[in-house]
């Protein structure tokens, strides 16, 4: 059955459909207009259906939906205005991430698992160093390498390095210039704390699509006041985030409603420096992740921040005041007007530069999909606190959660780092042997058909070990 949530209220109310919010959306305005506010109402609506929600904190604000909200006048007279008769302040289930695991869980992932294009993307590679990068995959998943951090990328690095004639016979010529550049990258990476990324326990995306014994959808609050300081590593993480969703998660069609909402803020992040290539990566997945049940909400400050394509599948739009003091603003004003549908009574380029805190312009989509007119609105108050919580409430947040304890602990396997150390460790021995061993000038037949066999092998488990749109493993 179809739900519907209260956003806000111009001439009538103002709902999102549950059935509609998987087709994405738009929440853009200038700084200062009321988005966040926005961003956090349409995630306790969401989660009073059971629809679990992720968002980055950016700000740092967003930790308050944990906790119910206080009587303010000004929220009083908004609750009054849109007249809503039932309005209970209340929190949220919450579960607090960090990528440093300082603020909350720490996120990690494999470097196997990312991926070399949005490896390159994180790196800043250029074309010929991205290609490099490929291979260098490519040689550990046949070898079966275990690509797990920073150290073991490191490793095949220089294994392939100094192996760069044997290699290139097979896989294309090595560059020892471009791995050097990628290995100074990985330096600059480290640098700026993108190392602690990468690691084990990796996450267990099931545990972002969790319910509270009461049905509500938990809320993962992703403290990224820190992690937004590094843009490049911030985009990245959230594009990976969301490459993962689309591999791992199975087609469901149009459900009732979505089986997770994500918010994607400071969206313009995802487009910036973009290869081609890439972003049309990029708009396919954000065309067919719909279909997985997953609902992407863009959160800008501008509408000219998001490509065409990617702009043309956000069906459900809230748009904050825009500011029009220079040439670019008032193209932004006209292109974010252009996007509605028109109101016959509604002048809608005016009104976005006319709108006060926590007024927008909203259009939803109705259901049969298609964009409702365009209206004026006063957004509902959230239930939750507006602004942060106190670190002993966060911390005890932290420590009352399912997930507490599992990954905090860094786990450290054997990988391509070990296994490649443990070959040149044992090498120097194979060495001896064989020149104690006279005549012994030419491989034997047996010895020829065991490596062609093991690469035989090799070959057959690479096969099944696919890559998916954004290059992350199959599973």
């Not at 966040?36 to 349409?42: F, H, P, R, S």
């Not at 259906?49 to 980055?56: A, D, E, L, R, T």
């Not at 043309?312 to 029009?324: S, T």
């Not at 259009?363 to 509902?380: C, M, Q, W, Y």
Request: aromatic residues 6%.
């Amino acid at each position: 059955m179809t739900q519907k949530l209260l956003v806000g209220k111009g001439e009538r109310e103002l709902f999102i459909l549950s059935k509609m919010a998987n087709r994405h959306g738009l929440i853009a305005g200038a700084t200062g207009t009321g988005k966040t506010v926005t961003l956090q109402i349409l995630a306790e609506n969401f989660s009073r259906i059971g629809v679990p929600v992720f968002m980055s904190d950016v700000k740092g604000d967003l930790s308050g939906i944990s906790k119910p909200g206080k009587e303010h006048p000004k929220i009083t007279e908004r609750i009054n205005t849109i007249g809503i008769s039932d309005f209970a302040f209340s929190g949220n289930p919450v579960v607090l991430w960090d990528v440093f695991g300082e603020l909350g869980h720490p996120i990690r992932t494999t470097i196997s698992e990312m991926g070399p294009l949005l490896l390159s993307r994180l790196l800043n590679l250029n074309d010929t160093q991205t290609g490099v990068l490929t291979l260098i995959f490519r040689i550990a998943d046949d070898d079966g390498l275990l690509l797990l951090d920073i150290k073991d990328l490191r490793s095949i690095l220089q294994y392939a390095a100094e192996n760069a004639a044997d290699f290139s016979k097979e896989y294309g010529r090595i560059s020892r210039a471009s791995v050097g550049a990628i290995q100074r990258k990985l330096l600059t990476l480290e640098d700026q704390g993108g190392d602690i990324f990468f690691g084990e326990p990796a996450l267990n995306l099931d545990d972002f699509l969790q319910t509270d014994e009461n049905g509500n959808g938990v809320i993962n609050v992703l403290a990224a006041n820190k992690l937004i300081g590094s843009p490049r590593i911030y985009a990245t993480f959230l594009l990976w985030l969301l490459s993962e969703l689309f591999e791992q998660l199975p087609e469901v069609g149009d459900p009732e409603k979505p089986k997770l909402v994500f918010f994607f803020d400071e969206a313009h992040l995802l487009f910036d420096n973009t290869s081609k290539a890439l972003q049309e990566k990029i708009e396919q997945v954000a065309r067919l992740i719909r279909s997985k049940g997953v609902g992407v909400y863009f959160v800008s400050q501008n509408p000219l921040d998001i490509p065409d394509e990617v702009l043309g599948q956000l069906g459900n739009r809230i748009q904050h005041a825009l500011r029009a003091y220079t040439p670019r603003d008032q193209k932004a004003v006209r292109t974010a007007a252009q996007t509605f549908r028109t109101n016959p009574n509604l002048d809608t380029e005016t009104a976005i530069t006319e709108l006060g805190v926590g007024e927008a312009l909203v259009s939803f989509l109705d259901e049969k999909g298609r964009p409702n007119i365009v209206e004026r609105a006063l957004i509902r108050p959230p239930f939750s606190q507006i602004g942060p919580i106190e670190p002993k409430e966060r911390k005890r947040i932290i420590q009352s959660s399912l997930v507490y304890g599992f990954y905090e602990k860094l786990v450290d396997r054997e990988s391509a780092y070990e296994m490649l150390k443990k070959r040149a460790e044992q090498a120097p021995k194979k060495a001896a042997a064989t020149k104690k061993k006279p005549g012994r000038k030419r491989q034997g037949i047996v010895e020829t058909m065991a490596k062609s066999a093991a690469r035989s092998i090799g070959r057959q488990i690479a096969n099944k070990l696919m890559r998916g749109i954004l290059g992350s493993i199959l599973k």
